[in-house]
């Protein structure tokens, strides 16, 4: 039986999803792993939304808390607000204490990757506070560390990403995700999905 990575995120303005895209291609090009995209709910009204000049969502479907069970293993991305998760992301996590009554996500295998505004935005905040939800779910958290070679000492290059998983820098919202992030995600994705299939094996 194939062993299924859920790659859930939120993305305003694209740059996390970017991200998601790679690391679900990641996840996929390990054999007997199914990767499936998914969003969460938009906690803010379409006025809103279109005053803020946020792009169209994209087309992965939205999650429900209750799915998350069907997982053998999560990707978590958002996008930072002031150096914690994002509150559309919050409010879905919030969402999961029947998951967590009943222990349906402990054991289950997590990472997270994420996206900043400035370089020192929250690249590793973000992540760092993000892993108090996957503690008290009994989750295990996978970080990257430096697995990614060389490339996670890249100084000639603005780079997002930390040991703790893949990230990007939106800047003013006009930046986009750079070569290296995108194999930095796609790295996570495989590494995760690697380290997800070995951990079903002894389920």
Do not use: C
Not at 86 to 114: N, S, V
């Amino acid at each position: 039986m194939a062993t299924k990575i859920y790659i859930v995120y939120y993305s305003m303005y694209g740059h996390v999803e970017k991200l998601a895209e790679e690391i679900r291609n990641g996840a996929a090009s390990v054999e007997g792993v199914e990767a499936k995209l998914w969003q969460v709910p938009e906690t803010l009204s379409e006025e809103v939304l279109a005053k803020m000049s946020a792009p169209p969502k994209g087309n992965a479907p939205v999650i429900t808390p209750n799915e998350l069970a069907e997982a053998d293993g999560v990707l978590l991305g958002f996008p930072t607000r002031f150096g914690l998760m994002a509150a559309q992301f919050k409010a879905f996590f919030d969402a999961t204490g029947g998951l967590w009554r009943t222990q349906q996500l402990a054991g289950k295998p997590a990472g997270i990757f994420y996206s900043t505004g400035s370089q020192g935005g929250g690249q590793e905040t973000t992540p760092l506070t993000a892993i108090t939800q996957l503690a008290h779910h009994g989750m295990i958290f996978v970080p990257i560390g430096y697995t990614f070679g060389g490339a996670m000492f890249e100084m000639e290059k603005v780079k997002g990403g930390s040991p703790y998983g893949a990230g990007t820098f939106a800047g003013d919202g006009s930046r986009a995700p750079t070569e290296l992030e995108l194999e930095l995600a796609f790295h996570q994705g495989k590494y995760f999905a690697l380290i997800a299939k070995k951990l079903k094996g002894f389920a």
